[in-house]
């Protein structure tokens, strides 16, 4: 029973592409993230969701576009695919923000 | 905006030892503050949430102390084992709804 969920969990793909990677939890939870954790390992916040409302949109580049379609699933779709953007991408969710955040196994992106 | 440091870097202890991991943050208006461990190639597991009005929380073998005031928290680890090897990272939530995460301290027990 895994709590959130991503797909997929590898993504190998070529510089120019468009891509999505899909998020799911089933915590009944209000709130949803993304986060971008680069070669140094370092975690960044992307996105924030409540209630399928965007809350949060850090300085991410316009061809990163989220996607909520209820309130269990926050989608993550790059358009134009850079070097840059590899890295690994996870989805996180909490009952409301500022509660504890639960984290996705995450997507391994790698763009050729 | 907030910036969250967390030291030492890396840390390699023998089993059984106690141990602490430090956490500072730079703007003491935080909501709550968050642990988390990080097994390579995995995702994040929550350890302990430490709301703003606390100044400890406990789990198991792991207490987590809050000073808002000097922008400190630590993370105290008890009798450690070989399994307690991972990334441990200490996550702040400002204002702004977000989690701001240090760098993480990589911590390796040897038995």
């Known amino acids: 029973d895994t709590a959130v969920s991503q797909t997929p969990k590898y993504l190998v793909t070529q510089m120019g592409n468009d891509k999505s990677i899909k998020c799911e939890q089933n915590?009944?939870?209000?709130?949803m993230y993304w986060y971008k954790q680069d070669s140094k390992k370092f975690l960044k916040i992307m996105f924030s969701?409540?209630?399928?409302?965007?809350?949060i949109n850090e300085t991410v580049p316009n061809r990163f576009s989220p996607k909520s379609p209820d309130k269990a699933h926050l989608n993550l779709h790059i358009n134009s695919l850079e070097l840059g953007d590899s890295a690994v991408y996870f989805c996180a969710s909490s009952q409301a923000h500022g509660e504890t955040q639960y984290f996705g196994p995450g997507t391994r992106l790698l763009v050729l | 905006k907030q910036e969250v440091t967390q030291i030492p870097a890396a840390l390699s202890v023998p089993e059984g030892e106690n141990l602490v991991l430090n956490c500072s943050f730079t703007?003491?208006?935080?909501?709550?503050l968050q642990w988390f461990r990080q097994d390579p190639g995995k995702g994040l597991t929550s350890l302990l949430l430490?709301?703003?009005?606390?100044r400890e929380q406990t789990s198991g073998r792991l207490n987590a102390s809050l000073d808002k005031s000097s922008g400190r928290s630590t993370l105290y680890i008890a009798a450690s084992q070989p399994g307690d090897s991972a990334t441990y990272l200490c996550a702040v939530y400002d204002s702004g709804y977000a989690l701001n995460f240090g760098k993480g301290t990589s911590l390796l027990v040897t038995p």
């Open positions: 969701y409540n209630n399928k409302e965007l809350i």
């Open positions: 430490i709301q703003s009005s606390q």
């Open positions: 703007d003491s208006a935080i909501y709550n």
């Open positions: 915590l009944g939870h209000d709130t």
